[in-house]
């Protein structure tokens, strides 16, 4: 374990049942009794029994208490070990944050949501935070001189906690959470469980970047327990993903919300016009270096302007939800434009005033479609609460280097980046030759003129584009028949909010 000169380390018998009860952290105020899972308070040398913490939600975290590892801060290699978790729960589902004793003798948070990490550490913002009904979605705002966009404003209550705690906001008892993105990637999280507010600064991390020791041999979830009888045909559902908020019933493709956990109240909404999936919900693939499987399918139409005042174009495509458990989810979407691989971005990209661009992280990506999108059909399991008729406000931009897409709904804007992708790259990726032919796409590609490139051939290229034109034009239908070939959303609704 990471350790510090300086740091004293405190134990003490449990008041709830005698066993030992160690604070390591000087900061820390709270603990959770590993036996009797009694919730105590440290003052001085002094502990006192406040009640008993419910039990965690079993989220299949590949971390726990005591795992170690190091991190780069203000460019200096400091060890960490993890001595705390806390449990939370929002609008946007469940996820914890583990408190992290840095060898210096300071806490930090590692926060961890549906595969997602962010290392944060706590910050004077400078001035007083605004009362959190003050933030508004969308707008910006500055913390120490440096500019912030408001990316989510909602509720979060503590569920349960474990180990050595640096805050403990009452169990159960709703508080403001607000959430900044900054241009770059960062990310500030405000915490209003306390007063004044507790603000943390940070940026994504991928584990194995942590160096972690010490984590779970096995994360596998345990099945007992996630199986229920679908409340509208009564055929057996099975859930996959312990952080699954829906998941659809495989005989009547019902959607089945999953708020309350398997065992609490289940609700249940009948769909029909089913789209099934061309690549099958359970296989994996191996794209950009990591293994996924396929574990929710969505289709969605987007209505936009027509070339006419008075025209709508409607279009649709497909998203597939990937997931793997030390990267998250991403998104594989299939449009007529062909195929993209997304994922929900960290930092909020600075959109122009005019809306017509976007810059992240130095590129700038040119607007390319701006519609409403709604969900019109779903399989499968997800990690937000997905239901038929879900809309958004939706932007697409493009680059060079790739894609750029934000969605907005009433309480909060994502982001999400990603690239294109050849339809034999998700062939061979699935190892689906045999569907070779309904997997396949325009794979269009930039035109480059180099430097050896005759007049003669440019001109037939022109020659040939025009053509091609005119045989769109001819086939295009009528009015809003859908003949622009949209890329739909990039990145697929997330609802990555509330938390890190």
């Known amino acids: 374990m990471a350790t510090s000169a300086t740091q004293r380390s405190y134990r003490a018998p449990c008041p709830g049942c005698g066993a030992p009860v160690e604070f390591k952290s000087a900061q820390s105020t709270h603990a959770v009794c590993g036996y009797c899972q009694s919730t105590v308070v440290r003052s001085g040398e002094v502990l006192t029994r406040l009640g008993k913490m419910a ?10 208490l005591m795992a170690s590892g190091r991190i780069q801060l203000d460019g200096k290699d400091l060890p960490f070990t993890l001595i705390g978790r806390l449990q939370y729960k929002g609008d ?39 009362e959190a009904a003050r933030w508004s979605i969308g707008s910006t705002t500055a913390i120490n ?52 507010p507790s603000v943390e600064r940070g940026k994504s991390v991928l ?34 993903l312990a952080s699954s908020k829906s998941v659809t019933c495989g005989s009547c493709a019902s959607i089945i919300s999953l708020d309350s956990g398997v065992g609490g109240d289940l609700r249940s909404a009948e769909q029909d016009e089913p789209v099934r999936p061309i690549i099958p919900l359970g ?26 005042d008075d025209e709508t ?78 809309k958004t406000s939706n932007r697409d931009f493009e680059s060079s280097k790739g894609l750029l897409a934000m969605e907005q709904s009433p309480s909060e804007i994502t982001w999400s980046a990603g690239d294109k992708l050849a339809s034999d790259t998700v062939v061979k990726a699935f190892n689906l030759g045999d569907k070779k032919d309904v997997l396949q796409r ?17 001109i037939l290229v022109a020659v040939i584009i025009i053509i091609l034109l005119i045989i769109l034009s001819n086939c295009s239908g009528s009015a809003g028949s859908g003949y622009r070939s949209s890329g739909g959303s990039f990145g697929g609704y997330s609802s990555g909010g509330g938390h890190k």
Request: include cysteine.
């Open 207 to 240: 584990l194995e970047d942590l160096q972690l020791t010490g984590l779970k041999e096995e994360s596998a979830k345990d099945e007992q327990g996630r199986q229920f009888n679908c409340p509208h045909c009564g055929a057996p559902v099975q859930v996959q």
């Open 442 to 458: 325009d794979d269009p590609g930039p035109f480059v003129a180099q430097s050896g490139l005759g007049c003669g051939t440019i």
């Open 283 to 308: 296989s994996t693939g191996q794209l950009q270096g990591v293994q996924w499987q396929v574990v929710g399918f969505q289709h969605r139409m987007g209505v936009a302007p027509g070339q006419d």
């Open 92 to 130: 946007a589902g469940v996820w914890t944050e583990w408190a992290a004793f840095l060898q210096d003798g300071t806490l930090a948070t590692l926060g961890e949501d549906n595969g997602a990490y962010v290392f944060t550490r706590p910050i004077d913002p400078g001035r007083v935070m605004p």
């Open 55 to 64: 039990e965690l939600f079993d989220d299949h975290s590949p971390l726990q």
């Open 145 to 196: 001189g440096k500019p912030y966009s408001v990316a989510y404003a909602g509720q979060a209550q503590l569920i349960s906690a474990q180990g050595e705690l640096p805050r403990l906001p009452p169990l159960g008892q709703p508080f403001d959470m607000v959430e900044l993105r900054s241009a770059d990637g960062e990310v500030v999280s405000i915490d209003y469980g306390h007063q004044p």
């Open 313 to 390: 174009e409607h279009f649709g495509w497909s998203e597939y939800l990937l997931y793997n458990q030390k990267r998250g989810f991403a998104f594989l979407v299939d449009s007529e434009e062909g195929w993209s691989l997304v994922r929900p971005t960290t930092g909020a990209p600075q959109l122009a005033a005019s809306g017509r661009s976007a810059t992240y992280l130095g590129t700038t990506y040119q607007l390319k479609y701006s519609y409403e999108a709604e969900t019109t059909y779903v399989l499968g399991e997800f990690y937000w609460q997905v239901e038929r008729g879900q």
